[in-house]
């Protein structure tokens, strides 16, 4: 018999964010707004599931991207994340509060490992993204060519597709 050393793993916010959230986004965190802009519902109100978008900073350039695992008022959450306090690392449950000053969640602290407690930097963000997919209205950072015509293709069980 052979011992096999156990094997850590070591994640980066932005897999970690897709794989607990179910947000099916891809690239560097930075790019999760804009991403997610007319394909899932955004805005600056915390919901349990919520991945919330940090924006790029002269230290965190490729930005942040956690989830709120729970929302313990409208200006605190719990977030859970990957590669924050230690590299590579998984925070489950820990502290964030809203100091910014309309409540908007555009400005935030959050708790630090090596400090045990709040962190002395505060964070700007963009906003939560949720979910649920884009109401019709969020059309984001990116337009979209609302005049294109795709067609609309009917099936049938008993016949086969119609194109119209």
Not at 29 to 50: I, S
Not at 70 to 75: A, L, Q, T, Y
Not at 143 to 160: E, V
Request: charged letters at 20%.
């Amino acid at each position: 018999m052979t011992a096999t050393p156990a094997m850590a793993q070591f994640w980066q916010c932005a897999p970690y964010a897709r794989m607990i959230s179910g947000i099916e986004i891809r690239g560097n965190a930075n790019t999760w707004w804009g991403q997610a802009a007319g394909r899932y519902a955004r805005g600056h109100a915390p919901k349990v599931g919520a991945v919330l978008a940090f924006a790029s900073t002269s230290h965190m350039r490729l930005g942040h991207v956690a989830m709120v695992s729970e929302v313990v008022s409208d200006r605190e959450v719990l977030l859970t994340h990957a590669n924050w306090s230690r590299r590579g690392g998984v925070e489950r449950d820990v502290r964030a509060i809203d100091i910014s000053e309309k409540g908007d969640w555009t400005r935030v602290k959050v708790w630090y490992g090596p400090q045990g407690g709040l962190g002395t930097s505060a964070y700007p963000t963009k906003g939560f993204i949720y979910a649920e997919h884009a109401p019709l209205n969020d059309q984001g950072d990116d337009a979209i060519d609302s005049t294109a015509k795709a067609p609309i293709i009917l099936a049938s069980l008993s016949q086969g597709a119609a194109r119209f």
